[in-house]
């Protein structure tokens, strides 16, 4: 099982998304970064876990062990799971206080994702990040 944040950092994504010189390719990197998701079981999605604000659905389960956020996702799309993998490679793993200081602008801009995502989204990408950033601030 692929543990984003942990086997999948943030700084590999960017490297092997470096590689590809077409966004054609990226795309399908990036969906296929969501296939290693680990499975989210089914109990899970409900109205509590979903992120709002995004076109597709999606939701969003964090734990808390020895210190460390850990986040579950999955969404009804290929590349929004894709995305969440994104996000995961930069959260999971991580001390609350080193999740809010995670720059994820700078981020998303060395990936050069965020101008390849339609508004909506871009919308959602925005309002996976704020679900973790406020789990995060409310520890």
């Given amino acids: 099982m692929t543990q984003f944040g942990i086997d999948v ?7 092997t ?6 966004w ?3 795309y399908k990197y990036i969906i296929d970064l ?3 998701l680990p499975e989210m079981a089914e ?8 992120v709002r604000g995004c076109q597709s659905q999606v939701w ?4 808390v062990r020895d210190g460390k956020l850990f986040f579950q996702a999955d969404s009804d799309a290929f590349i929004v799971k894709g995305l969440l993998a994104v996000v995961l490679a930069a959260y999971n793993g991580k001390s609350p206080a080193d ?16 101008q390849h995502l339609s508004s909506t ?11 973790i950033q406020e789990t995060a601030a409310s520890l």
Wanted: charged share 35%; no cysteine; aromatic share 8%.
């Fill in 9 to 15: 950092t943030a700084e590999d994504i960017v490297e």
């Fill in 24 to 26: 054609e390719d990226r």
């Fill in 60 to 63: 969003l389960v964090s734990d």
């Fill in 17 to 22: 998304l470096g590689f590809f010189d077409s």
């Fill in 121 to 131: 989204r871009g919308n959602g990408l925005k309002a996976m990040v704020k679900r």
């Fill in 34 to 36: 969501g296939k290693e």
């Fill in 99 to 114: 999740v809010l200081a995670v720059d994820v602008d700078a981020y998303f801009t060395s990936l050069d994702l965020v």
């Fill in 43 to 50: 109990s899970l999605r409900t109205d509590e876990y979903i």
